[in-house]
T-cell receptor, first 114, second 114 residues
């Protein structure tokens, strides 16, 4: 079955440590997105990529970095500069960046601070 | 700028009762609108989308939504609630400019009482 796989499901970060969240899709979608979800705040866009080897900052990119070297993969690194990283992180993809295209979501990674 | 407001962070209904989740949007141009559902510790699943083809949109699991331009609303309804409908629901509007970005509301948690 086609879909989006996020790993790990749970992740713990120590102070000063960078951690990388994996997102892989086999839907052959061009566009991919990373969101952060905090209770009562909905989803906020961190980074998005419209095509391989290209990505743009979203609304809350500070303290995060991404790469898009392959169409199916869009890993997110939470750096030590992100002072409040505890959240639920969701990866999504869509066929293209057309405004009418829905996004398909993975099951998320929950990041906590040790 | 596009925005979405979901009225009521928590809604409680009895099993078998009507479900009504409210969403109002702000957009200077005809919007593309989406409703997603999220079960605990999972990603978001698309319920339905409005892309201007019809004002009454039918989705999965018996849900539907009506686009009302005069009221700038896109409320989600289901005639008879089931226990399995208990989840968090998000309304979203597509950002303009073919970035594919979605702007989400804060979410509404639906509780279904037996």
């Amino acid at each position: 079955d086609g879909g989006i796989t996020q790993s790990p499901k749970y992740l713990f970060r120590k102070e000063g440590q960078n951690v990388t969240l994996s997102c892989e899709q086999n839907l052959n979608h061009d566009a991919m997105y990373w969101y952060r979800q905090d209770p009562g705040q909905g989803l906020r866009l961190i980074y998005y990529s419209q095509i391989v080897n290209d990505f743009q900052k979203g609304d809350i990119a500070e303290g995060y970095s991404v790469s898009r070297e392959k169409k199916e993969s869009f890993p997110l690194t939470v750096t030590s500069a992100q002072k409040n990283p505890t959240a639920f992180y969701l990866c999504a993809s869509s066929i293209s960046t057309g405004e009418y295209q829905p996004q398909h979501f993975g099951d998320g990674t929950r990041l906590s601070i040790l | 700028a596009q925005s979405v407001t979901q009225l009521g962070s928590h809604v409680s209904v009895s099993e078998g009762a009507l479900v009504l989740l409210r969403c109002n949007y702000s957009s200077s141009v005809p919007p593309y609108l989406f409703w997603y559902v999220q079960y605990p510790n999972q990603g978001l699943q698309l319920l339905l989308k409005y892309t201007s083809a019809a004002t009454l949109v039918k989705g999965i699991n018996g849900f539907e939504a009506e686009f009302k331009k005069s009221e700038t609303s896109f409320h989600l309804t289901k005639p008879s609630a089931h226990m399995s409908d208990a989840a968090e629901y998000f309304c979203a509007v597509s950002d303009r400019g073919n970035t594919g970005k979605l702007i989400f509301g804060q979410g509404t948690t639906l509780q279904v009482k037996p």
